[in-house]
């Protein structure tokens, strides 16, 4: 692996950080995305760290474009790890007391006696916050899986050059240990305009940079491409 490097996504951190809002950015071409960070050194393995979603109601389509997605990328060679999801329902607190802010979608319209209920939730509750039962996905795995794998590659296989996508700080050990073993690391970090690299990760990286969304524009998969299974596979329509 001497003249090779390896890229190390974060699937989550990537699709929250840069993806979300950009439907037109989310048909990402991994491994092209990857290979553009380095001039003298080939790309060689990908791995792509992100966990199955499920469907939130009735008729939600997101499991099936992720997916199709995910297909798309391992026919152009990427490796998926995939960590899992835990969801179960939970009470957690209230931080606002106006009816407006509290729920979404809002009450239409919020009446005032609605208003008057919520603000006396908070007056017996007092101090403390009343409480919901909310759904709330929490992903699991993925951290520890890069770290795992960024560190085997480092230990077992001698790796030089690592390019690691992700914004997460519970990275920092992993990052510090394999640039002590003289690995040199690229960090890319999808962030939102104004968010900052946390400096737990960036002080161990020998490069550091903000994705840019003309970056990802230039590297998007075809609209339709051929799967391992030879199937035709096709860029959703709600992210042209």
């Given at each position: 692996?001497?003249?090779t490097f390896n890229a190390y996504i974060d699937g989550f951190n990537l699709y929250y950080g840069a993806l979300r809002e950009?439907?037109?950015?989310?048909?990402?071409?991994?491994?092209?995305?990857?290979?553009?960070?380095?001039?003298?050194?080939?790309?060689?393995?990908v791995y792509y760290f992100s966990a199955r979603i499920k469907a939130a109601f009735p008729?939600?389509?997101?499991?099936?474009?992720?997916?199709?997605?995910?297909?798309?990328l391992r026919a152009t060679g990427v490796?998926?790890?995939?960590?899992?999801?835990?969801?179960?329902?939970?009470?957690?607190?209230l931080s606002t007391a106006l009816v407006e802010q509290a729920f979404r979608p809002q009450p239409e319209?919020?009446?005032?006696a609605f208003q008057i209920e919520v603000s006396k939730l908070f007056a017996?509750?007092?101090?403390?916050?009343?409480?919901?039962?909310?759904?709330?996905?929490?992903?699991?795995?993925?951290?520890?899986?890069?770290?795992?794998?960024?560190?085997?590659?480092?230990?077992?296989?001698e790796l030089k050059f690592a390019l690691v996508v992700t914004a997460d700080a519970d990275l920092e050990s992993a990052l510090q240990l394999a640039k002590e073993e003289g690995t040199?690391?690229?960090?890319?970090?999808?962030?939102?305009?104004?968010?900052?690299?946390?400096?737990?990760?960036?002080r161990h990286a020998n490069f550091i940079e903000h994705i840019k969304p003309s970056v990802l524009a230039n590297h998007q998969l075809p609209n339709?491409?051929?799967?391992?299974?030879?199937?035709?596979?096709?860029?959703?329509?709600?992210?042209?």
């Open positions: 692996m001497r003249n950009r439907p037109d950015l989310k048909w990402l071409d991994i491994r092209k995305f990857a290979a553009s960070h380095f001039d003298d050194v080939k790309l060689d393995k008729g939600d389509t997101a499991p099936e474009r992720q997916n199709q997605y995910w297909r798309a490796t998926i790890v995939e960590g899992k999801f835990a969801n179960p329902p939970r009470f957690l607190p319209p919020p009446t005032d017996i509750s007092h101090p403390t916050l009343p409480e919901a039962l909310v759904h709330k996905q929490t992903e699991k795995g993925s951290d520890v899986n890069l770290a795992t794998y960024l560190l085997r590659d480092v230990y077992k296989y040199w690391i690229a960090l890319t970090a999808a962030r939102r305009h104004g968010d900052v690299i946390p400096r737990q990760l960036s339709a491409l051929l799967g391992l299974n030879g199937k035709e596979l096709t860029r959703p329509k709600d992210w042209r």
